[in-house]
Nanobody, 127 residues
Framework: VQLQASGGGLVQAGGSLRLSCATS????????MGWFRQAPGKEREFVGG????????DYATSVKGRFTISRDSTKNTMYLQMSRLTPEDTAVYYC?????????????????????WGQGTLVTVSS
């Protein structure tokens, strides 16, 4: 499975941005997809994830209500719609895929449960 993240850029605080994660290869083997981010000098953190068979998504508290994950199965692409962005959202955003259906929130948020990672796309929010 290969993942290709795109859509990052510079946006003003309060603005919106949509990230895409295109998948290829054995996409039928994917059970869960997620978004993570890493800000300069900080640890990587979970942003949100979606279980593909159920279409059920969960989010980190810091982005809940502002970010939305969706997926277009016809294009094998996952999206992260981000709104009401703040400078604290500045980070490199990574998409990831797991072969497992990570139903438990504890597993969903942990990067080591994901088997495949995209290269990351930079989001910069100016104040």
């Amino acid at each position: 499975v290969q993942l290709q993240a795109s859509g990052g850029g510079l946006v003003q605080a309060g603005g919106s941005l949509r990230l895409s994660c295109a998948t290829s290869g054995r996409t039928f083997s994917i059970g869960t997809m997620g978004w993570f981010r890493q800000a300069p000098g900080k640890e990587r953190e979970f942003v949100g994830g979606i279980r593909l068979s159920e279409g059920r998504s969960d989010y980190a508290t810091s982005v809940k209500g502002r970010f939305t994950i969706s997926r277009d199965s016809t294009k094998n692409t996952m999206y992260l719609q981000m709104s009401r962005l703040t400078p604290e959202d500045t980070a490199v955003y990574y998409c990831a895929a797991s072969s497992a259906r990570l139903m438990d929130m504890a597993a969903l948020t942990q990067g080591h449960f994901y088997d495949y990672w995209g290269q990351g796309t930079l989001v910069t929010v100016s104040s």
